[in-house]
């Protein structure tokens, strides 16, 4: 992955067995605070990080995929859990992607095809 969740704290962590991808993204993004959510495999392989504050997404990468159709990508069921982490530092991005319940019904919208 491009861009490393550094000078990070780990505010949450679960199965997305248990919970769902968008479920997280929603409570996350209630929050004011600058957050990644990093999915990954249960071998710890990194699948794909979202970046979120205050109910925008501001970025989102998986593998080389970055923005939109990375974030359409991360709704693919390939990770088994997700980390959440609060960042002290934000890494600076272009603009935000956008706001999270649009971009979580684009992605429902890109499932079906």
Request: charged share 20%; no cysteine; proline share 4%.
């Amino acid at each position: 992955m491009g861009r490393a969740v550094t000078g990070a704290s780990v505010v949450m962590r679960g199965m997305l067995s248990e919970f769902s991808l968008a479920d997280v993204l929603q409570v996350v993004s209630l929050s004011r605070q600058f957050t990644a959510i990093e999915l990954q495999a249960l071998d710890g392989r990194k699948y794909g990080v979202v970046w979120i504050k205050s109910g925008h997404v501001i970025a989102a990468q998986r593998g080389a995929v970055q923005g939109r159709l990375a974030f359409y990508e991360l709704f693919r069921p390939m990770a088994d859990m997700f980390v959440v982490f609060r960042l002290e530092d934000p890494p600076s991005f272009n603009a935000p992607i956008g706001r999270l319940p649009d971009l979580l019904l684009e992605a429902v919208e890109q499932a079906r095809f």
